[in-house]
């Protein structure tokens, strides 16, 4: 679904996350940034994509790996979200949409054969110096700190 791809330039952001601090792409400057892009908390999908990364949280520290999880939630569901299944990174509540179309992940979709807009479930890999080094639009919501770490052998 997004236009943008490995090469390009990450698109700046800043957004609220949990505790209702504000973060930026400025934040993880030197560092590789997992952002991944999911549509919603708390729903099979989601969760399994959101467990998987912090059961593999360590392996991907020690790859290099920041992680960071963009939904339209709100600060309180993300708070939820996290408590109840002890995720180990922060989640940007963008209920405004603003990092979600900044990264074109918004769009139409199809399910049970209704069509809606919403989030494409997509991840960006973005290196040390702000540019897009990955892009996984088929993501496997079980294994995808496997694929991610994958892609880099």
Not at 20 to 36: C, P
Not at 83 to 95: H, M, P, R, T
Not at 131 to 142: A, G, L, W
């Amino acid at each position: 679904m997004t236009g943008l791809k490995e090469g390009d330039k990450a698109p700046d952001f800043r957004g609220v996350i949990e505790n209702g601090s504000e973060v930026s792409l400025a934040n993880y400057s030197g560092k590789k940034l997992v952002l991944y892009f999911y549509p919603k908390d708390n729903t099979p999908g989601c969760t399994a994509q959101a467990c998987n990364l912090t059961e593999n949280q360590q392996l991907l520290k020690n790859a290099g790996f920041e992680i960071l999880g963009v939904s339209a939630d709100s600060v309180t569901k993300h708070q939820n979200f996290i408590s109840k299944y002890d995720l180990g990174f922060s989640l940007i509540a963008d209920e405004e949409k603003e990092v979600i179309k900044a990264y074109q992940v918004w769009g139409p979709k199809k399910f049970m054969g209704k069509e809606y807009d919403g989030i494409h479930r997509t991840t960006f890999v973005i290196n040390e110096q702000g540019d897009i080094e990955r892009v996984f639009t088929k993501v496997k919501t079980k294994e995808h700190a496997n694929q991610i770490l994958e892609s880099y052998k």
